[in-house]
């Protein structure tokens, strides 16, 4: 039976384990493809992110283990790119890196407000300093900001998959700074859906939610899924699995949450495409 995540960190960013360790874990709970993706190099975040001077390490290490396991699981070489608004990857040296890669994650974790950097998967009080001082308290600016800064993210990059799709709403989970449902949020929605869709590209229910909330927080929303079910974008398993226990706790879950969500088919990667599967082969 396939199982697949396509979105998993090692220690080369903010993961706990050695890419061999992942992989080992991977094998021994039935996974047939895998993607490595690690943050890629940010000089503001070096805490969490890839040094650039590991890349070419990075990439060697994985082709080792790819010849290694050859025949019993699909590993790509893959990176999560976070985009800077109007920036590009230009922080990043993204573009040194990207052809010796098999697979490309979109992310955006971080706001440029004024040209002053804040991260917003962050905590609370990281969220707060955002909002305060990049936004003067207008939560709702800095909502349209996310969602605007994704879409640009979705046209400049087009990943092979796009992570997280609304991870803003993990501070504001019950609408404290801003109402989850206000027209402007669900026409936000629909334009990522609609856009994920015009570019035929795919996105994934990501585990670090659920990992952290234990099965209370998914991303994406419930009100999400609805748009893309709409709109029917591919879905894939990104597990963003920080720490081996991550590749067994979540995976049943999130295939569960995507019938649930309405999903038939979801899709998987498999040399240079994605294909579809019945979601109920895999349940
Ligand atoms: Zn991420
Ligand atoms: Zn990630």
């Given amino acids: 039976m396939l199982k697949f995540s396509f979105h998993n960190h090692t220690y080369y960013s903010d993961g706990e384990n050695s ?13 047939t493809h895998y993607a490595f993706t690690d943050h890629i190099y940010s000089e503001v975040f070096e805490d969490w992110t890839m040094d650039y001077r590991k890349y070419d390490e990075y990439v060697q290490r994985i082709e080792k283990i790819k010849k290694d ?25 993204f573009e040194q890196l990207r052809p010796k890669l098999d697979f ?25 300093l955002c909002l ?41 989970l019950d609408g404290v700074y801003y109402d989850n449902n206000a027209p402007f949020i669900r026409q936000y929605r629909k334009q990522i859906a609609e856009a994920i869709k015009a570019y035929d590209l795919v996105t994934e229910i ?56 309405g999903f038939k088919v979801i899709y998987y990667y498999e040399d240079g495409e994605w294909l579809p599967i019945k979601l109920n082969e895999l349940i």
């Fill in 132 to 172: 305060h001082n990049g936004y003067a308290g207008d939560a709702d600016a800095m909502a349209a900001d996310y969602y605007e800064t994704y879409l640009q993210m979705i046209e400049g990059l087009k990943p092979d998959l796009l992570a997280h799709v609304d991870i803003m709403r993990k501070n504001n």
């Fill in 69 to 93: 396991c050859e025949g019993a699981i699909k590993i790509y070489t893959g990176i999560e790119a976070d985009w800077y608004k109007n920036h590009a990857t230009h922080f990043s040296r």
């Fill in 206 to 261: 990501n585990g670090g939610g659920n990992y952290r909330y234990k099965n209370d927080v998914w991303y994406p929303s419930d009100a999400m899924f609805e748009e893309l079910l709409k709109c029917e974008v591919k879905m894939t398993v990104g597990l963003d699995a920080h720490s081996v226990d991550m590749l067994t706790s979540y995976y049943d879950a999130s295939l569960l949450k995507l019938a649930k969500a």
């Fill in 19 to 31: 890419p061999e360790e992942m992989i080992a874990a991977a094998g021994k709970a039935g996974y």
């Fill in 104 to 128: 490309v994650v979109g992310a955006v974790h971080v706001l440029m407000p004024c040209n002053d950097i804040y991260l917003i998967d962050g905590s609370a009080a990281e969220y707060e």
